[in-house]
């Protein structure tokens, strides 16, 4: 029993790592920027639902959207109209990091 539990522990501890080692820096960094300004409201990851109802999930927004037609919407600033959501301006780089980041989540 001792040795089944050693050998789950360390499966669980290759297969976290693996997932942490298999994206890339920009999706690292385009992760990081959605936890820090958009996950109070959106779902940034696979399978949970969004904190506020009428945000849509990150993992769902390539259904609404081409992924690489919202790198002009955030550079201009994104303006969703309703007042619960900010305007963002992105930085090139920080858009590359987000898109990328996004595409992570089809």
Known sequence: MHNVLILSF???ITAMAGSAFAASPAELRGRTFAQTNCARCHSIDRHTPSPLAI??????????YPLDMLAEALAEGIDTGHPT??????????????????????
Do not use: C, G, V, Y
Not at 55 to 64: E, I, Q
């Open 55 to 64: 945000a849509p999930p990150f993992r769902t927004l390539h259904k609404k």
């Open 85 to 106: 959501m900010p305007m963002f301006t992105l930085e090139p780089d920080q858009i590359n990091d987000l898109l990328s980041f996004l595409k992570s989540l089809k």
């Open 10 to 12: 360390a499966l669980l």
